[in-house]
Each structure stands twice: as structure tokens, then as C-alpha cells.
């Protein structure tokens, strides 16, 4: 499958959610969705960029939006994590590693001189008629919640 590229539509993508459900990333078209990619819960990155979705959230919503956060982490760490954190943005797995193939964002990573294969914490959002208008790769996560949630009040 070739990366998806801003103009693209929702890809046919299905993820596991924490309440042992799933959901198909086409199910989100009809609204703007921001789809953010980390690497793993409960790491210093990852929880602050979660709570700042979270705290946001409501933001989003109030635009008519809706927002997912998808990791390789099960479904039952993404509960503890949401619990431990309170957080209220939801969560997935793709545990099939279809929406990561996808939106290409399984990358070599480097940490103290050891190369090694994870997540580009990326972030991409989608139009209501499910077309990307515009991604964030290799996210830094101070200010990036609020920079997402400018750019969905500048849709149309």
C-alpha cells in the first residue's frame, strides 16, 4: 500500500479500541478528523501529548471534529493509560499495523547511538469529505495540540 498523501482519502483501516471494540477510519468521514500517531503510552512525549488532546478535546468537538490517538499498545494498556492520566481523547491499536503501513509512519528511530524501527510521532488531518489536507511529521509535542486545533477552525 503506498503512503497516503495530503489530497487522499480515508483509507479502509480498522483499529482495536480499548472497550474491545473496533473502528474503521472511513466511519470518520462526514466530520474533520485528526488522526495523531505516538509511539507509546505512559512515556514522558506521549502522555503530555495525550493530555493536551484531551484537555482540548472539548475544543474539537464544539467544531464539530473528533480526534484519535493510535499506538502498537494494546487495548488493555490504553485503558490503564487513560485511567491512570483521566485523559478523554480516545485511543486505538492497530494491531493489524494497517493504519501505520498507511500513513507511513513506522521509521528508523535513534536513541544514544542505537538505530532501531518505532513510531514517527505524526499527526494528520482530515477534511468532512474524509480528504487529507494537511500532516505533522516528526511531531514535538509543546504547542502541537493547539496548532492541530488552529488549523481545524481554518477549515472550511
Avoid at 73 to 87: R, V
Amino acid at each position: 500500500m503506498a503512503k497516503i498523501e495530503e489530497g487522499s482519502k480515508l483509507p479502509d483501516v480498522g483499529l482495536a479500541t480499548p472497550s474491545g471494540g473496533r473502528v474503521n477510519l472511513r466511519g470518520y468521514a462526514g466530520k474533520p478528523f485528526v488522526l495523531y500517531f505516538y509511539p507509546k503510552d505512559d512515556t514522558a512525549g506521549c502522555t503530555r501529548e495525550a493530555q493536551d488532546f484531551s484537555q482540548l478535546y472539548p475544543e474539537f468537538r464544539a467544531l464539530g471534529a473528533e480526534v484519535l490517538g493510535v499506538s502498537l499498545d494494546t487495548p488493555g494498556k490504553h485503558q490503564k493509560f487513560i485511567d491512570k492520566y483521566e485523559l478523554t481523547v480516545p485511543l486505538a491499536t492497530d494491531d493489524e499495523r494497517a493504519a501505520i503501513e498507511a500513513f507511513g509512519v513506522w521509521i528508523e528511530k535513534s536513541l544514544y547511538g542505537r538505530t532501531y524501527m518505532g513510531i514517527d510521532r505524526s499527526t494528520f488531518l482530515f477534511d468532512a469529505k474524509g480528504v487529507l489536507v494537511r500532516t505533522w511529521r516528526r511531531v514535538r509535542v509543546p504547542g502541537h495540540a493547539a496548532a492541530v486545533l488552529e488549523a481545524v477552525k481554518g477549515l472550511d
